[in-house]
């Protein structure tokens, strides 16, 4: 009766291990190409504040650390992205930020994934 205990122990303690290696207590990402592991990865290893995570239908999906400053610095980094682009931010209305670009209007959408990451929606038809 020991041995299945220690046994059981022992399996449990693994998945727990492998959960915790494989970031699986991240919630979803909006895309199906791409674990919550491989797009932390992709933004530690970069040296841009923004990464692109991947594309699905008509949006690009992007990825940026939130500081301790909160959504409002995030959003500040966010402005900075788009206006490289010769976008000029309008307003901001709840998680959207407006731009405009030769009479193109352009609405970018932000989503806390965590505490730590917020994920930025941006149309695949935006001209960057």
Known sequence: MKKVGVVLLILIVGVITLGFVNKWYYPA???DALTSKEALQKLKTSNQKIVEIGTNSN???YMTKNPEKGMLAADETIKQFISRNGWEFNEKNGSG??????GERL????EMWTSRYVLIKV???ATF
């Not at 930020?97 to 030769?102: H, M, V």
């Open 29 to 31: 990402l909006p895309l």
């Open 97 to 102: 930020l407006f731009f405009e670009k030769n």
């Open 59 to 61: 949006v690009t999906w």
């Open 123 to 125: 149309p695949s038809n």
């Open 107 to 110: 609405i970018v959408s932000t």
